[in-house]
């Protein structure tokens, strides 16, 4: 079984994050980044189905020079290698752009199974997986909270508003994972050690064959025009309990006539 | 004037409402064609047709509800690129964001997603999208000539348009290629909890870390029956599994927007107020004076949620006597 698993490098999510008033881009510098959490149930997953079938994981990242630090973490937890997307070129590239560029370097691997997560920390568009699922002419199937593979076939829990669906689909197919698909794994010291010597694969838009034109900011097809504080809610009445509260609640829903 | 066209989807034969909210919405800067794919989807064109549809394309293939986004994705493909919508706009659920995924690459166009509001300026799209869970709003537009907007539910909402009148109802001929049906859905399963649902309550009652315990999730039910409420929960507990993610409200959850919303033993992080924030009324009860939830709470109540859930369980059903 050989099994991509697109990963990203983002801001800690639990940062605030900040907008560059001139380029309208995230503030990325001095922020802490890491292996963003929602990659790590993909990773996982991909492990536990190699490690019963035997087979290859290899990440793949599109992401500036230091997204080698979330690549090596992935490395850590046990996957066995990564195709780096690094270049100047591609800084702002929009969700479909960034499907073509990990498309194009996922082709080469030529997987059974592609995984990502349902959608991305930082932009949460959840729009590059289905894409690349476009591009490469693959089913997707997609918020998977459980997942088996046998016999050529995948099948998964979906996860809905209220219940799930079973869907399945012949390998090859990309499957996105939520997080409740499993427990990801912290990567050991051993495995933070043998991450450093394993292969990394660096490449550029051109490599993969696209035009440096068409990609990163020039290539995105969304213009932001402006931007502004949202107006954030007022504190209204604080009160401590002092053995009435229950009262005051029920007066608060009372005069909204809610009792 | 822009021709406009809204994914209106079905769940169980029946248009969602978020599809409704969408339509009525973009009617006020274009024509709208309403497409609905599914058994069930023809009964459905009067109801879109109220909401300011003024065409309706439709499709009774049952392999729309059969087969994951693909059909979909290929169908709307196919219409646009022969017909050049100047937008199409989806709404973000589950099957919605899948479409969305692929027609967006097929058509190699924009996609602005989470949209808080859509506007046109001098007749240019300006959408307007809350970044880093909703403490920025930011002005997109799109160059592309058809564009691809998601609106999450509850943006919008959901009205009658009077006098409309009965829509251009059009039935889709198109032949579905075998290989949009790869990814199967072999079975739906309701996992639907008693009393009303988050999406429509208008009291939730959401539970976080706070609660202590799994089992003092019963507190909160106990509470909600009286009440007529809906019980939510923060993702701290869902992840611990006290509760299913159907409970999940905030940014990877759901976004809901109650007359009252009850927050207890909620800290109030950003990831958990982007989806309740925008309810009418907020009471949160809280043991620590400076949970960030207090700092915009309606009502704050700085005590054991413990003790003071089941006395106001009893002070409501005194109340209703
Ligand atoms: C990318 C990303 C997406 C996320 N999406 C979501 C999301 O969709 N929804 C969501 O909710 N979170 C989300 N989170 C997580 C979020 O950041 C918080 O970790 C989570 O909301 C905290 O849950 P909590 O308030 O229940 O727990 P805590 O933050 O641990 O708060 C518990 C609170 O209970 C109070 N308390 C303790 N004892 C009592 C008592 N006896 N009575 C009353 N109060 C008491 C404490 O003072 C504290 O304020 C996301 C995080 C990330 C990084
Ligand atoms: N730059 C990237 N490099 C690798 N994978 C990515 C990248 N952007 C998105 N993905 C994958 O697509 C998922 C959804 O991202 P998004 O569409 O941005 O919400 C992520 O969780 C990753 O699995």
């Given at each position: 079984m050989n099994i991509v698993v697109c990963v990203k490098q983002v801001p800690e999510p639990t940062g605030t994050n900040k907008i560059d008033p001139n380029t309208l881009r995230i503030v990325r510098e001095g922020v802490d980044a890491v292996l963003d959490p929602a990659d790590e149930y993909g990773i996982e997953a991909a492990l536990q189905i190699i490690e019963a079938q035997g087979g290859t994981v290899t990440l793949v990242s599109m992401g500036p020079d230091r997204a080698l630090e979330a690549i090596r973490r992935g490395l850590a937890m046990g996957a066995d290698k990564a195709i780096h997307i690094t270049d100047?070129?591609?800084?702002?590239?929009d969700a479909l752009t960034t499907a073509k560029i990990l498309a194009a370097a996922i082709k080469r691997e030529n997987p059974d199974l592609i995984l990502c997560a349902t959608?991305?920390?930082?932009?949460?568009?959840?729009m590059v997986p289905g894409g690349i699922a476009q591009i490469l002419d693959l089913p997707q199937l997609t918020f998977a909270r459980k997942m088996t593979v046998a016999d050529g076939k995948v099948t998964i829990q979906r996860q809905l508003e209220g219940g799930y669906q079973t869907v399945e689909a012949s390998l090859p197919a990309l499957v996105t994972v939520t997080g409740s698909i499993n427990e990801p794994r912290y990567p050991a010291l051993k495995g933070i050690m043998q991450a450093k010597k394993k292969p990394v694969e660096s490449l550029t838009a051109a490599d993969l064959g696209l035009d440096p034109n068409e990609v990163g900011q020039a290539g995105a097809k969304e213009r932001v025009t402006g931007w502004k504080p949202a107006e954030q809610r007022k504190a209204g009445q604080i009160v401590k309990d002092d053995g009435n509260a229950a009262t005051v609640i029920a007066d608060f829903l009372a005069s909204i006539k809610v009792i | 004037m822009p021709n406009i066209w809204v994914l209106a989807e079905l769940h169980n034969g029946k248009v969602q409402k978020v599809s409704l909210e969408i339509i009525s919405k973009v009617r006020n800067f274009g024509d709208v064609t309403a497409i609905v794919l599914g058994a069930g989807a023809e009964s459905q064109a009067g109801l879109l047709g109220e909401y300011g549809a003024k065409k309706v394309l439709v499709s009774e293939d049952p392999t729309y509800s059969h087969y994951l986004a693909e059909p979909a994705a290929f169908t709307l493909g196919t219409l646009a690129e022969q017909q050049k919508p100047s937008l199409i706009v989806i709404g973000t659920t589950y099957d919605g964001r899948d479409v969305a995924a692929r027609l967006n690459a097929m058509l190699g166009c924009g996609v602005i997603t989470d949209a808080a509001d859509i506007n046109y300026e001098g007749g240019t799209l300006k959408v307007t999208v809350p970044w880093y869970s909703a403490t920025t709003l930011v002005d997109v537009t799109s160059p592309s000539s058809t564009a691809l907007i998601l609106v999450r539910p509850k943006s919008f909402a959901a009205e009658k348009l009077e006098g409309a009148a009965a829509p251009m109802v059009e039935q889709l001929s198109l032949t579905l290629p075998d290989k949009t049906k790869r990814a199967r859905i072999v079975e739906t399963v309701d996992e639907k909890s008693e009393g009303p649902s988050l999406e429509d309550a208008n009291v939730i009652i959401s539970g976080g870390?706070?609660?202590?315990?799994?089992?003092?999730?019963d507190l909160l039910h106990e509470l909600a029956t009286p009440l007529n409420a809906a019980v939510g929960a923060s993702r701290a507990v869902v992840d611990s599994g006290w509760v299913p993610y159907s409970m999940q409200v905030g940014q990877t959850g759901k976004t809901v927007k109650p007359t009252v919303y009850i927050a207890v033993g909620i800290s109030g992080a950003i990831q958990h107020t982007v989806?309740?924030?925008?309810?009418?009324n907020i009471i949160a009860i809280n043991t620590d004076a400076d949970a960030p939830i207090f700092k915009f709470a309606d009502l704050g109540v700085i005590g054991d949620s413990l003790k003071i859930i089941p006395a106001l369980t009893e002070e409501i059903k005194r109340r209703k006597h």
């Open positions: 100047n070129n591609l800084a702002g590239s959608e991305s920390s930082d932009s949460y568009t959840g | 870390r706070g609660l202590k315990d799994a089992k003092n999730f989806g309740m924030k925008n309810s009418k």
